[in-house]
């Protein structure tokens, strides 16, 4: 069985401020690993995605994710981000293979203030 | 192609009563999946189906049926919805034939439920 852990509820943070939202999860088999982004009254959206090769995993909006096996980690970056980029943000890890069952983490708010 | 559609938007049930929420989806993809998502506790998988005619339940499926009657229709029912039972409800599809995305649900809009 997998699952995902977001420590932190709510990251508050500054316009063009980088910013780092926490995952790590935990799982006995090898796993894709996703972020997913809901922006309000949205749906959800994919951000990025590993599932092998390079680590360091770039997706939309400016944001990467780097994946640690040591650390069991896939932590989401952006350099600099903008009013718009506040939203929810979900890390997903799925096993390989099969129907694709997708574990979410709680969830992390991003808040950007000007 | 609108990707993945749910109706309604929004619903406002009784305790006990009943209703049907649909999922569509236009990119003729096999999989479809009805998630729940409560404050704090992330999304959890309900049931899914991996094609027509198929349906299994997920994590969290009782109080809740479901039906793949078409490929591109995936129907969920609450027969007697309960308070415990509000929350919003996200329907997503999975295609297994494109090797460039057979690894990612398309979500849709979502339905918010709220039961008194």
């Known amino acids: 069985a997998q699952s995902v852990t977001q420590l932190d509820s709510q990251v508050p943070v500054f316009e063009e401020a980088p910013v780092e939202l926490r995952c790590n999860y935990s799982?006995?088999?090898?796993?894709?690993l996703f972020w997913y982004v809901q922006y309000p009254n949205q749906g959800l959206q994919l951000l990025l995605k590993y599932l092998s090769g390079s680590t360091l995993v770039k997706g939309i909006n400016g944001f990467e994710a780097e994946f640690n096996k040591s650390q069991t980690s896939f932590h989401l970056r952006k350099p600099s981000v903008h009013i718009s980029d506040t939203a929810e943000y979900f890390c997903a890890v799925s096993s390989l293979g099969g129907f694709q069952k997708l574990v979410f983490g709680t969830g992390t708010r991003l808040l950007v203030s000007p | 192609n609108a990707g993945v559609t749910q109706t309604p938007k929004f619903r406002v049930l009784k305790t006990g009563q009943s209703m049907t929420l649909l999922c569509a989806q236009d990119m003729n993809h096999e999989y479809m999946y009805w998630y729940r998502q409560d404050p704090g506790m992330g999304l959890r998988l309900i049931h899914y189906?991996?094609?027509?005619?198929?349906?299994a339940k997920g994590e969290v499926p009782d109080g809740y049926n479901v039906s793949r009657l078409k490929k591109q229709n995936f129907l969920l029912g609450l027969e007697s919805a309960a308070p415990s039972q509000t929350s919003v409800y996200f329907c997503?599809?999975?295609?297994?034939?494109?090797?460039?995305?057979?690894?990612?649900?398309?979500f849709g809009p979502g339905t918010r439920l709220t039961v008194l």
């Open positions: 997503a599809s999975r295609t297994t034939r494109n090797p460039a995305s057979t690894d990612t649900q398309y």
């Open positions: 189906s991996v094609g027509e005619g198929t349906t």
């Open positions: 799982s006995s088999v090898s796993v894709y």
